[in-house]
Protein backbone atom coordinates (compact mmCIF):
# COMPACT_ATOMS: atom_id res chain seq x y z
CA UNK A 1 0.00 0.00 0.00
CA UNK A 2 1.04 3.38 -0.80
CA UNK A 3 1.85 6.35 1.36
CA UNK A 4 -0.90 7.86 -0.88
CA UNK A 5 -3.77 5.24 0.26
CA UNK A 6 -3.07 4.28 4.25
CA UNK A 7 -4.85 3.79 6.95
CA UNK A 8 -2.88 3.70 10.08
CA UNK A 9 -3.80 3.28 13.66
CA UNK A 10 -1.81 5.72 15.67
CA UNK A 11 -1.23 7.67 18.63
CA UNK A 12 -1.40 10.84 18.16
CA UNK A 13 -0.45 14.17 20.25
CA UNK A 14 -4.00 15.91 20.73
CA UNK A 15 -2.34 19.25 21.10
CA UNK A 16 -1.13 18.65 17.12
CA UNK A 17 -5.01 18.16 16.54
CA UNK A 18 -7.31 20.54 14.83
CA UNK A 19 -11.09 20.35 13.78
CA UNK A 20 -11.41 19.48 9.87
CA UNK A 21 -13.12 21.30 6.98
CA UNK A 22 -16.88 21.91 8.04
CA UNK A 23 -18.39 23.70 4.86
CA UNK A 24 -19.48 26.74 6.78
CA UNK A 25 -18.88 30.17 5.19
CA UNK A 26 -15.55 31.73 6.47
CA UNK A 27 -17.39 34.08 8.98
CA UNK A 28 -19.01 31.07 11.04
CA UNK A 29 -16.44 27.85 10.10
CA UNK A 30 -14.29 25.84 12.86
CA UNK A 31 -11.53 24.98 10.61
CA UNK A 32 -8.27 24.80 12.14
CA UNK A 33 -9.60 25.14 15.83
CA UNK A 34 -7.63 23.53 18.47
CA UNK A 35 -9.71 21.10 19.91
CA UNK A 36 -9.26 23.03 23.52
CA UNK A 37 -10.70 25.91 21.86
CA UNK A 38 -13.82 24.08 20.06
CA UNK A 39 -17.67 24.62 21.19
CA UNK A 40 -17.25 20.45 21.39
CA UNK A 41 -14.64 20.92 23.81
CA UNK A 42 -16.95 23.12 25.82
CA UNK A 43 -20.10 21.31 26.17
CA UNK A 44 -17.99 18.25 27.21
CA UNK A 45 -16.54 20.54 29.94
CA UNK A 46 -20.05 21.48 31.20
CA UNK A 47 -21.45 18.38 31.04
CA UNK A 48 -19.22 16.64 33.07
CA UNK A 49 -19.12 19.32 35.42
CA UNK A 50 -23.05 19.23 36.26
CA UNK A 51 -24.18 22.42 34.45
CA UNK A 52 -26.55 23.31 31.70
CA UNK A 53 -25.50 23.35 28.24
CA UNK A 54 -28.63 24.99 27.09
CA UNK A 55 -26.85 28.19 26.47
CA UNK A 56 -23.40 26.78 25.57
CA UNK A 57 -21.71 27.55 22.49
CA UNK A 58 -22.26 24.45 20.65
CA UNK A 59 -25.88 24.24 21.57
CA UNK A 60 -26.55 27.45 20.25
CA UNK A 61 -24.11 27.40 17.11
CA UNK A 62 -26.46 24.03 16.45
CA UNK A 63 -29.97 25.90 16.12
CA UNK A 64 -28.55 28.44 14.22
CA UNK A 65 -27.03 26.06 11.82
CA UNK A 66 -23.57 27.19 12.34
CA UNK A 67 -21.74 24.41 13.76
CA UNK A 68 -21.41 21.78 10.99
CA UNK A 69 -22.18 21.78 7.27
CA UNK A 70 -20.90 18.54 6.35
CA UNK A 71 -23.18 15.69 4.87
CA UNK A 72 -23.65 12.70 6.57
CA UNK A 73 -20.45 10.56 7.56
CA UNK A 74 -21.46 7.08 7.53
CA UNK A 75 -20.64 6.77 3.39
CA UNK A 76 -16.77 7.79 4.15
CA UNK A 77 -17.05 5.84 7.49
CA UNK A 78 -17.83 2.72 5.90
CA UNK A 79 -14.69 3.33 3.14
CA UNK A 80 -12.91 3.69 5.55
CA UNK A 81 -13.37 0.52 7.86
CA UNK A 82 -14.22 -1.77 4.61
CA UNK A 83 -10.25 -0.37 3.43
CA UNK A 84 -9.09 -1.43 7.03
CA UNK A 85 -10.55 -4.77 6.77
CA UNK A 86 -8.92 -5.30 2.78
CA UNK A 87 -5.77 -4.93 5.03
CA UNK A 88 -6.37 -6.70 7.48
CA UNK A 89 -6.86 -4.80 10.64
CA UNK A 90 -9.43 -4.87 13.02
CA UNK A 91 -10.27 -1.80 14.63
CA UNK A 92 -12.16 -0.14 17.60
CA UNK A 93 -14.83 1.69 15.69
CA UNK A 94 -14.50 4.04 18.67
CA UNK A 95 -11.36 5.51 17.16
CA UNK A 96 -11.26 9.05 16.10
CA UNK A 97 -10.59 9.51 12.36
CA UNK A 98 -8.07 12.29 10.83
CA UNK A 99 -6.11 13.07 8.37
CA UNK A 100 -2.64 14.64 8.26
CA UNK A 101 -1.61 17.94 6.59
CA UNK A 102 1.93 19.61 7.55
CA UNK A 103 1.89 18.20 11.11
CA UNK A 104 -1.03 18.68 12.28
CA UNK A 105 -3.91 16.57 12.17
CA UNK A 106 -7.49 17.03 11.32
CA UNK A 107 -10.76 16.00 12.40
CA UNK A 108 -12.87 13.87 10.01
CA UNK A 109 -14.71 12.05 12.81
CA UNK A 110 -14.39 12.16 16.59
CA UNK A 111 -14.39 15.48 17.67
CA UNK A 112 -16.54 14.85 21.06
CA UNK A 113 -14.49 11.75 21.93
CA UNK A 114 -11.42 13.70 21.03
CA UNK A 115 -12.39 16.28 23.46
CA UNK A 116 -13.64 14.15 26.00
CA UNK A 117 -10.62 12.46 26.49
CA UNK A 118 -8.58 16.44 26.54
CA UNK A 119 -11.45 17.08 29.24
CA UNK A 120 -9.90 14.12 31.28
CA UNK A 121 -6.40 15.19 31.08
CA UNK A 122 -4.99 12.88 28.18
CA UNK A 123 -2.11 14.14 26.26
CA UNK A 124 -2.45 11.82 23.06
CA UNK A 125 -5.74 9.68 21.52
CA UNK A 126 -5.23 6.22 19.54
CA UNK A 127 -7.11 7.49 16.06
CA UNK A 128 -7.35 6.11 13.01
CA UNK A 129 -5.03 8.15 10.58
CA UNK A 130 -5.61 8.39 6.88
CA UNK A 131 -4.01 9.50 3.63
CA UNK A 132 -5.94 12.95 3.05
CA UNK A 133 -5.85 11.55 -1.02
CA UNK A 134 -7.96 8.94 0.25
CA UNK A 135 -10.30 11.94 2.20
CA UNK A 136 -10.10 14.10 -0.97
CA UNK A 137 -10.87 11.25 -3.09
CA UNK A 138 -14.30 10.46 -1.24
CA UNK A 139 -17.08 11.27 -3.52
CA UNK A 140 -18.49 13.07 0.10
CA UNK A 141 -15.82 15.63 0.14
CA UNK A 142 -16.26 15.79 -3.89
CA UNK A 143 -20.26 16.44 -3.10
CA UNK A 144 -18.92 19.59 -0.21
CA UNK A 145 -16.53 20.99 -2.37
CA UNK A 146 -18.83 21.24 -5.23
CA UNK A 147 -21.65 23.05 -3.26
CA UNK A 148 -18.85 25.52 -1.39
CA UNK A 149 -17.72 26.11 -4.96
CA UNK A 150 -20.92 26.87 -6.62
CA UNK A 151 -23.27 28.19 -4.22
CA UNK A 152 -24.04 31.37 -4.68
CA UNK A 153 -21.67 33.67 -2.78
CA UNK A 154 -19.20 30.59 -3.06
CA UNK A 155 -16.29 33.30 -2.39
CA UNK A 156 -17.96 33.21 1.47
CA UNK A 157 -15.91 29.66 1.55
CA UNK A 158 -12.26 30.21 0.66
CA UNK A 159 -11.03 29.11 3.72
CA UNK A 160 -12.91 25.45 3.50
CA UNK A 161 -11.71 25.30 -0.27
CA UNK A 162 -8.27 25.93 0.00
CA UNK A 163 -8.16 23.70 2.53
CA UNK A 164 -10.02 20.79 0.45
CA UNK A 165 -7.36 21.63 -2.43
CA UNK A 166 -4.49 20.77 -0.07
CA UNK A 167 -5.77 17.34 0.59
CA UNK A 168 -5.45 16.34 -2.68
CA UNK A 169 -1.70 17.85 -2.67
Known amino acids: M?????????????AKIRLGFDALKDSYTHLDKSVENSPHYEMVKLLNEGHDITHCRYVEFELRGMLDGRYELG???RL????ISANKREVDNNYPIVYKIDGLYYIV??????AKELYKGAKTI????????IIFAHIYTKGILDYMKNTKGGD???KNITHIDRLAL
Open 2 to 14: SKEDSVNIEIVDI
Open 126 to 133: QCIVVSPK
Open 80 to 83: LENH
Open 75 to 77: PLN
Open 109 to 114: DGKHRI
Open 156 to 158: SYI
